[in-house]
């Protein structure tokens, strides 16, 4: 058997409000006879939907919620892995077997919170990097300024910047990019955050106040050297985090393309799991596409992989074990730069390893494609049931023949009582017939609220793949 753990990213490297929908993604990865770890009792609607997908009989699955911590039920509290009554109702979950019976230890999130649950079983040596996690090893192998002096010692492409510690350095480094790009614009980095939400683009050029890849929020820079330092002046604390973090300052690379290749480090070495697009549509990322187009250039997917085995094998040889995602752009004339490794469960292993790969089969033949989505927020969709409804309606359920349709591949569980829900979902699609259809049936069936009521970083849509050869 085995333990997984449905956590996220440790409260005290960036903290989250309610990641109850979000984290119950672990229950694509579950297998007969694992145990698993929630901050909250599963969704029932999606719990029995899941595992119709997977074929996990429920009776198999022993779900088990942490007590209740800081942020009640909608987020993991680290510490609750750590509770006694917690501990006591695993070690009485394994029976007569006890520790015998678990292979492996699997953590969405790989926090030291992580192995001292895994230890206090006595189940260590089956949470890969244990060791290296319980030494905050987790944050270590998330931080982007980490990330730059990593690739660097593995001679991974990665664009022109600097780590920053301080308001001064970050003044001398964004004049000194912006001087470099010929007073265009750079790129401004949290060292914690996701899908381009702490990321700033800093503007000079106007022609460039665009929809672009990686970077939610964007900032006019007034003229001269003042602009740049009124920026960083208003800027500095929320970069850095209050100083707890160094942040990132990159050239800007315009009209490029986001890519990622995803791989597994164990004790023997690393292997390459999957490559995939990111598409940004508004500053946001939108949705994201697997396997790799075949129409991205020989020499585009063989950088791709060859960097993503490099960082792997950097990662691996710090101490990180598991999964991780080298993520990517494609320039213009089909060059690679890296950008940063998520070295943790990312939001495309579920994709490509259990709905891809497992369910749809998309290497078979015919060969098919998987897309994820977001919902956009011009959509009203009232409930889990009522996107199933629809389905049923449109005929775009997941169909096992065709090897089509459409996957719910999370719970809809209001943020807000009484709000449309926001989740993601998936669509297997025939690549010479594409998606973009059946997300056009969805769209019209559910887009209700009007889109320049909405923020522009909030605001989504479809965008077409291009790669340049």
């Not at 999964?323 to 940063?340: C, H, I, K, N, R």
């Not at 579920?350 to 089969?361: K, R, S």
């Not at 389905?391 to 719970?411: A, K």
Request: charged share 20%.
């Amino acid at each position: 058997m085995r333990i997984l753990i449905g956590n996220h990213i440790d409260p005290s490297i960036r903290e989250r409000t309610d990641m109850r929908a979000w984290t119950q993604r672990v229950l694509w990865f579950a297998h007969p006879r694992d145990l698993i770890v929630l901050c909250c009792q599963p969704d029932a609607g999606f719990l029995e939907y899941a595992l119709a997908h997977t074929g996990v009989p429920r009776d198999e699955l022993t779900i088990t919620v942490a007590p209740a911590g800081t942020w009640g039920d909608k987020v993991l509290d680290p510490a609750s892995l750590e509770n006694p009554d917690l501990i006591a109702e695993v070690r009485a979950t394994l029976g007569p077997s006890g520790t015998a019976a678990v292979h492996e230890v699997f953590a969405l999130w790989p926090s030291a919170s992580v192995a001292r649950f895994a230890d206090a079983i006595g189940v260590s040596a089956q949470f890969p990097g244990a060791a290296f996690f319980s030494q905050g090893g987790g944050e270590i192998g998330n931080n982007k300024a980490n990330f730059r002096a990593l690739a660097a010692a593995a001679g991974v492409r990665i664009p022109v910047g600097r780590v920053c510690r301080s308001q001064v350095e970050a003044v001398a480094a964004t004049n000194a990019l912006l001087e470099r790009s010929g007073d265009r614009a750079v790129m401004v980095k949290q060292a914690h955050n996701g899908a381009g939400v702490g990321n700033q683009l800093l503007v000079r050029d106007s022609r460039l106040l665009v929809d672009h890849v990686g970077a939610r929020h964007l900032h006019q820079l007034a003229p001269g050297t003042s602009g740049v330092e009124a920026y960083w002046r208003e800027r500095w604390s929320w970069a850095s985090s209050s100083d707890r973090w160094p942040v990132v300052i990159e050239e800007f690379a315009v009209n490029a393309s986001a890519v990622y290749s995803e791989h597994y480090a164990s004790d023997n070495g690393t292997h390459p799991t999957e490559t995939g697009h990111l598409i940004y549509v508004a500053r946001r990322l939108s949705h994201q596409v697997v396997p790799l187009s075949p129409n991205v250039p020989e020499q585009t997917r063989t950088a791709l992989l060859d960097g993503g085995a490099r960082l792997a094998e950097a990662y691996r040889a710090f101490g990180y074990r598991g999964y991780l995602s080298a993520d990517a752009l494609v320039l213009p004339d089909g060059q690679v730069v890296f950008t940063e490794v998520n070295a943790q469960v990312s939001g495309s292993l579920h994709i490509y390893q259990t709905i891809a790969q497992q369910i749809v089969d998309v290497h078979a033949e015919p060969c098919r494609s998987v897309v994820e989505y977001h919902v956009p927020p011009t959509w009203a969709v009232p409930s889990f049931e009522a996107f199933l409804t629809a389905l049923d309606d449109l005929d775009l359920r997941y169909d096992d023949v065709t090897r089509t349709g459409v996957i719910v591949s999370m719970p809809a569980i209001p943020l807000t009582p009484g709000a449309p829900v926001q989740f993601v979902f998936c669509i297997a699609f025939d690549p010479a017939v594409g998606y973009e259809v059946t997300f056009g049936r969805l769209d019209e069936r559910f887009a209700a609220i009007p889109a320049d009521s909405i923020d522009p970083s909030q605001h989504v849509g479809t965008t077409a793949l291009s790669f340049s050869s």
